[in-house]
C-alpha cells in the first residue's frame, strides 16, 4: 500500500495529459478550418491558436507537476 | 546537398550522445542501475560543474574500472549564525578546514568533535551523516551554483552578440544588413512587430527592450541547456520564478486604474458578488506569474526528462555493463528516440521563449487597458 502513491500520480498525469489532448485538439481543429474558410486570417488565428495552446498545456502543466511532487515528495 | 544532410544528422548524433556519459563511479559500488539518481544528477543544480570521467586504466576492490572525474570546482560562500561570513575556494578547501561539510549540495556546519571522512568528496553518500552535521547551526548559502555561473557567461554572450549587432546598425546605416545583423534582425523584428506591436500598441516601443531581453535570454538559454557540459537553466524554478517575478512587478507597476478597479470592485455586477469577485480577481494577479513560471519550467524539465530516460533505457537494458547483448540491443531505438525528441525540444526552446514573452506582453497589456464602457 506503500506505493499507492505511484499509482495515483501515474493515473493523474494520464489524465491531465488527456485533458490537455482533447483541448489542443479542438482548439487546432477549429483553427485550421477556420483558416481553411479565410486564408486572409491566418496569421491572426494562428497567433490566438498559440496563445491558447499555451493555457490549456499550462493548466496540463499544473497537473503533471502535482503528481511529480506526489511521486518525489 | 546529401553531404550536407548527413553531416547535419551527424552533429545531431554527436549532440545526442553528448547526454550518454560515464556515470559518477567514485561513490559507493553500486550493483544494479538506479534510474532516479541518475535522472536527477543531471537535471538538478549542482556546485561542481562535472566536465568528464577520464578512465585511471586502475581498478578498485570490487573490479570496476576507476574514473578520475574533470570538474570546475565552484567556490562557497555563506552566512553561518556560527562564525559569520565564510568564503572556501572549492569543496576540498572546505573539508580540509573541516568546519562546514556539502551534502547533497548543500552546506551543513561539522558537529563538535566529528570530522569529514577523508575519502568524502562531497557527492555520494556521507556515512553516518546524522552525527556529522550539525543541524543547530543556520546557514544561508550564496555561493554561486552551476547555473548561477552560466547565468552569467549567457548574459555575458548576449550583450557581446547583440551589442556588436547594434554596432553594425550604426556603422552601416541604410545598408542591407550584414553576417550575424541577418540573423539578427528577423528575431528583433518578429519580437518587436508580433508581440510588442501586436498587444501593446503604440507604446511598444517602451517594452520592446524588457520583452527582446526576455526573448533572447529564454532562448538562449534553451539552447545552452540542450547541449552537453551546460547547466539546465529554464529547468530550475527559482530561474524561471524570477523572470516570472520581473515581469508581475512590470505588469502591476503599469496597471491602469481601470485595472485596479476591476481587480477590487468590479464594475456592473451585483454588490453582493463583489467581495467573491474580488478575491478570485486578486487571486489570479498572482496566479498568472506563477502559470508563466511553472509553464517554462515544466517544459524544459519535461524534455530533459524525456531525452535522459531514453539514454537511461540503454544503462538500464544493458545492466550497467554485464548485458552487452541488451544494451546495443536498445541503443540504436534509444538514439533514434533521442534524436527525435531534441529536435523536438529545439523546437520548443523557441516556442517558450515566445510563449513566455506573448503573454508577459499579453498580460502588461491587459493591465493598460481602459475600458470606456461603464456598464
Known sequence: MENIGLIGAGIGAGLAAIGAGIGIGRLTASAVESMARQPEMSGDIRGAMILMAAFIEGVALFGEVICLLAVFQ | ?375
Open chain 2, 1 to 375: 546537398m546529401i553531404i550536407r544532410k548527413s553531416l547535419i544528422l551527424i552533429l545531431l548524433t554527436i549532440i545526442s550522445c553528448g547526454y550518454i556519459r560515464a556515470e559518477d563511479t567514485d561513490s559507493t559500488h553500486s550493483e544494479e542501475f538506479n534510474i532516479s539518481e541518475t535522472l536527477f544528477h543531471h537535471i538538478l543544480d549542482s556546485h561542481d560543474w562535472h566536465l568528464v570521467d577520464i578512465p585511471t586504466g586502475e581498478t578498485d576492490a570490487h573490479g570496476d574500472p576507476v574514473y578520475k572525474p574533470v570538474a570546475l570546482h565552484l567556490p562557497w560562500l555563506f552566512y553561518s549564525s556560527k562564525t559569520g561570513l565564510e568564503f572556501y575556494a572549492n569543496t576540498h578547501a572546505m573539508h580540509e578546514a573541516g568546519k562546514y561539510v556539502s551534502h547533497h549540495e548543500h552546506v551543513y556546519a561539522v558537529a563538535e568533535g566529528q570530522s569529514v571522512p577523508h575519502e568524502y568528496h562531497g557527492h555520494g553518500e556521507l556515512e553516518n551523516s546524522e552525527e556529522i552535521i550539525d543541524e543547530s547551526v543556520t546557514i544561508y548559502d550564496l555561493s554561486p551554483s552551476k547555473t548561477v555561473v552560466q547565468i552569467f557567461l549567457i548574459g555575458l554572450l548576449l550583450v557581446w552578440l547583440l551589442s556588436s549587432v547594434a554596432k553594425s546598425y550604426a556603422k552601416r546605416e541604410g545598408q542591407a544588413p550584414k553576417g550575424m545583423q541577418s540573423l539578427m534582425e528577423p528575431i528583433i523584428l518578429f519580437v518587436r512587430d508580433d508581440i510588442a506591436k501586436e498587444y501593446l500598441g503604440e507604446k511598444a516601443e517602451k517594452f520592446a527592450p524588457y520583452l527582446l531581453s526576455l526573448f533572447f535570454f529564454i532562448w538562449f538559454s534553451n539552447m545552452f541547456g540542450l547541449m552537453p557540459f551546460n547547466s539546465n537553466i529554464m529547468g530550475n524554478i527559482s530561474v524561471t520564478a524570477a523572470l516570472a517575478f520581473l515581469s508581475f512587478i512590470l505588469i502591476q507597476v503599469n496597471g491602469s486604474k481601470d485595472y485596479w478597479r476591476h481587480t477590487f470592485a468590479m464594475p456592473g455586477v451585483p454588490i453582493a458578488i463583489v467581495p467573491l469577485m474580488t478575491i478570485i480577481e486578486v487571486l489570479s494577479l498572482f496566479i498568472k506569474p506563477i502559470a508563466l513560471a511553472i509553464r517554462l519550467f515544466a517544459n524544459i524539465t519535461a524534455g530533459h526528462f524525456m531525452v535522459l530516460s531514453l539514454v537511461c533505457l540503454i544503462f538500464l537494458m544493458g545492466e550497467s555493463g554485464k548485458n552487452l547483448g541488451g544494451a546495443f540491443g536498445i541503443m540504436p531505438v534509444s538514439i533514434v528516440f533521442t534524436l527525435a525528441i531534441l529536435t523536438l525540444e529545439v523546437i520548443v526552446a523557441i516556442i517558450q521563449a515566445y510563449i513566455f514573452t506573448l503573454l508577459t506582453a499579453v498580460f502588461i497589456g491587459m493591465a493598460r487597458e481602459t475600458h470606456d464602457d461603464h456598464h
